[in-house]
């Protein structure tokens, strides 16, 4: 029986190395049951049936035998059959080579977005409820990239609306711009579990997507908000309080070179509330560079 469970282990270990030792849901799902349907399917007789313990779930995958195997006597009517989820990807440069093919084989930002929609090579996809592409007019001047959705951006499908994006509503307010006057998106399109760092790989399997998303934005102006953001679209290699406020530049793999600015992060800010005079230094340097550039 090979059913991916190798893969799965592979994956379940990742995740312990990587810190995740949380629930993602407020009851238990039986995944097993779940897939029961597909795995009767691929077995001859299905004689090898699973007795999962009761869930909803496992009365609705056991539905999969509705229509091919006659209920017991007494048993009641079986529900209709669940879909199985995919499994999981086991993140691997295989899918950081594929993220990148896939990226540059975009030519708009819709089909972009169409393609991080179907891609199934980062495991993120697996436990988030959505992907979080962008927000915001992407033709706008000036585009600014975080790090990773949270909660709230996992729930809503948008990118800064929780608390520290209403901070970054307030610091866009602050130089005349607001959602329409500019664009937003992430380093990392999924919501990591229990809003963990995003491990190396998984950066390296959603670079190429941001990579893209500013090159097919092709804005005048670049801000990347925190370290992450910085290290992967500028490649900085030092911490984002000592380059903060200088500008750099992003250059696209056409090779159009943007003006970028790392700032501080809008949640770093939260934490500490006495570094907003620099994050307001940084925005009044992007206002002064936006008239420059006209
Ligand atoms: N932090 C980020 O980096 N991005 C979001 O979308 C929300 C919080």
Known sequence: ???????????????????????????PVDRFAESAPLRRNAGASGGALRQDGPSPRVGEAAAGQASSVPAARGSRALPP??????????????????????ARSAAS???????????DGCNLKSTAKTLVFSDGNPQA?????????????????LPFVGRSGRLLDQMLAAIGLDRSSAYIANVIPWRPPGNRTPTPIETEICRPFIERQVELANPKVLVTLGGPSAKVLLHASEGVLRMRG?????????GVTIPAMPTLHPAYLLRNPAHKKLAWRDFLEIKAKLRALG
């Open 81 to 102: 059959p669940v879909r199985p989820e995919p499994a999981a990807a086991v993140p691997d440069e295989a899918q950081a080579a594929r993220a990148r093919e896939l």
């Open 141 to 157: 001047d000036i585009m600014f990239v975080g790090e990773a959705p949270g909660r709230e951006e996992d729930l809503e499908g």
């Open 1 to 27: 029986m090979d059913s991916g469970l190798p893969d799965l282990r592979e994956l379940l270990l990742f995740y312990a190395d990587a810190g995740v030792d949380e629930a993602l849901e407020d009851s």
């Open 109 to 119: 930002m819709e089909e972009l977005r169409e393609l991080l929609a179907a891609f």
């Open 246 to 254: 200088t500008w750099k530049s992003h250059t696209t793999a056409s």
